[in-house]
């Protein structure tokens, strides 16, 4: 059974609500960046995105390295794959749903016969 | 269907078929008539009978089998009892069922449940199609961006 933790799971989608850092998202999808270059892809000011990477971090989406004096991010896809698990959850959830109601309809059934050969 | 389509039935119909992309189908012919299958989802005592994790133990139940009325099933699981709920969107009875789903599982989003029913030469197949609900549609402010970030995380999965 897939357990879902709600509190990572917060983090995550708050993170990804936000369209600006859903391209940033996209954007590191791509190739690493830096955070200056980042910046000037989405005309946004430094400030600001570093306010978003930091909401990426928190949710373990983007991971940042130091090479000199830059700061480099990356894409971290491990907690987009776990909160896709939801469908594979429900895949089997309903599959194994649908088999208990036919052995539900089945023995009913078998039952009422018995019940009316009386 | 009227021959004259708005624009809203256009969009609608694009981003249903948009939506196709994470979407669950799960389907099953069962060898019994339409009417024993449509019946078991809307009665409360026989969905507690089969709505529940493959323990002896039944689930609770409750049914009230109306558009816009709600429905509760809380499973027993041995580690705590899960509860799933929802509000009943569509019933034709032996045809169509219509319901959104809120449990854990979905992080207390809606998601919407669609049971089509057709009569075979084997009994009857069922085909049930589970989605996430349309940003728009979905109340809570918290959810918002639902539908654009599992469309993104899907993309950057699959690339």
Known sequence: MVEYKSSRLDALFGAMSDATRRAILARLAQSDARVTELASAFTISLNSTSKHIRVLERAGLVTRSVQGRDHVLSLNAGPMAEAAGWMEFYRRFWTDRLAALEEFVVKKRNTTRRGSTQ | ?159
């Open chain 2, 1 to 159: 269907m009227s021959k004259t389509q708005t624009p809203g039935a256009d969009a609608a119909a694009v981003a249903s078929a948009g939506s196709k992309h994470g979407t669950i189908v799960v389907k099953r012919t069962i060898p019994a008539t339409v009417e024993e299958l449509f019946d078991a989802w809307l009665d409360a005592e026989s969905l507690a009978q089969w709505m529940h994790p493959g323990i002896e133990l039944p689930s609770t139940a409750t049914v009230d089998a109306r558009v816009g009325g709600t429905f509760e099933v809380v499973m027993h699981h041995p580690d705590g009892p899960k509860r799933h709920h929802g509000v009943y969107r569509v019933i034709e009875r032996n045809r169509k069922l219509v319901f959104t789903w809120i449990s854990d599982a979905t992080h207390h989003a809606e998601t919407l449940v669609t049971v089509d029913f057709h009569a075979s030469v084997d009994g009857t197949e069922i085909v049930l199609t589970h989605e996430r609900m349309p940003d728009h549609e979905a109340g809570l402010s918290h959810v918002h961006g639902w539908t654009a970030a599992l469309e993104l995380l899907e993309e950057l999965l699959s690339a």
